[in-house]
């Protein structure tokens, strides 16, 4: 099983930045994509970014310009800087992983996700 932990939430006033982490543990063979999710009050769970190994990314069209995801393979870590803060941002954040471990094939994972709200 692989275990996800997020990281970096908080309150911010409209304009200002957060960097979120995502460190994934265990018998890790291989992670695939990474990503990041959000979900606010009342509102469905949405793409927010995605990273491939070979660091290819992906945003969702409200962040793009003002988010940037990247990862540390070595760290088996994803962070999502987010920059020009909105109130709209506010949501819980989820990390999400594809990987393989020696007891498994290869699966879905997710975090248990981080507070992030953006409020004057």
């Known amino acids: 099983q692989v275990q996800l932990v997020e990281s970096g939430g908080g309150l911010v006033q409209p304009g200002g930045s957060l960097r979120l982490s995502c460190a994934a543990s265990g018998s890790i063979l291989s992670i695939a994509v990474m990503g990041w999710y959000r979900q606010a009050p009342g509102k469905q769970r949405e793409l927010v970014a995605t990273i491939t190994s070979g660091g290819n990314t992906r945003y969702a069209d409200s962040v793009k310009g003002r988010f940037t995801i990247s990862r540390d393979n070595a760290k088996n870590t994803v962070y999502l800087q987010m920059n020009s803060l909105k109130p709209e941002d506010t949501a819980v954040y989820y990390c999400?992983?594809?990987?393989?471990?020696?007891?498994?094939?290869?699966?879905?994972?997710w975090g248990q996700g981080t507070q992030v709200t953006v409020s004057s």
């Open positions: 999400n992983t594809d990987a393989k471990t020696y007891g498994s094939s290869w699966s879905n994972y």
